[in-house]
């Protein structure tokens, strides 16, 4: 079984300040991992993806995040916040392969960007 | 390239009430998937076809929502008898067949009442 944990359901950063959201996951099998936006009223909107490539992963809107197999983590980061990051962060694990591709969400993290 | 499509994007209804939602998905995907999102919490996934067919519905209430893909495009979601938990944004979601990423609609927000 697959799982996600986000830690922290409320950041709150100043605008040019770094932005750190934390996801830590759990799978029995090597993961897919993804990041997903969503804004008010919207759907979700894929930032960035991990395929067991390269383990720093770039998305957009100058996000990206790093896969450390170790910590069983994939934190997202942005160097310096703007006023347009605010919106609600989902983590998701998927195991891939046919039946397994679903996608298992964190409880969210709500980024608020202080002016 | 057109988005995954859905409607109506807000419903509100009164308990024991049916309803049902569309979702057309992106052209050639022949993967769909109908998400719950319940206020404050990440999405679930309630079903998953592939072409016509079901692949996983483990976690569909099946006493009262049900979910059809006849010709293997659009698909429908209906909940009947409606309850005051079942409140949420309903996501739909199509990939690939086989393929890791998928995109989702804007979502339908239903309210019970």
């Known amino acids: 079984a697959q799982s996600v944990t986000q830690l922290g359901s409320h950041v709150s950063v100043s605008e040019g300040a770094l932005v750190l959201l934390r996801c830590n996951y759990s799978s029995s099998v090597p993961p897919y991992l993804f990041w997903y936006v969503q804004y008010p009223n919207q759907g979700l909107q894929l930032l960035l993806k991990?395929?067991?490539?390269?383990?720093l992963v770039k998305g957009i809107n100058g996000f990206e995040a790093e896969f450390k197999k170790s910590e069983t983590s994939f934190h997202l980061t942005k160097p310096s916040a703007h006023m347009s990051d605010a919106a609600e962060y989902f983590c998701a694990v998927s195991e891939g392969g046919f039946g397994n591709e679903k996608l298992t969400f964190g409880t969210g993290t709500r980024l608020t960007i202080i002016p | 390239e057109a988005g995954v499509a859905q409607s109506p994007r807000y419903k509100i209804i009164e308990k024991r009430q049916s309803v049902a939602f569309w979702c057309n998905p992106i052209s050639g995907h022949a993967t769909l998937y109908w998400y719950q999102q319940i206020l404050g919490q990440g999405p679930k996934l309630l079903i998953q076809f592939q072409n016509n067919g079901v692949v996983d519905d483990s976690q569909l209430p099946k006493d009262r929502f049900s979910a059809e893909r006849l010709k293997g495009v659009d698909s429908t979601l209906k909940i009947q008898p409606a309850k005051l938990e079942d409140s949420a944004v309903y996501l739909c979601a199509s990939s690939l067949k086989g393929g890791i990423q998928a995109f989702f609609g804007q979502g339908t927000r239903l309210t019970v009442v």
């Open positions: 991990y395929t067991s490539a390269a383990t």
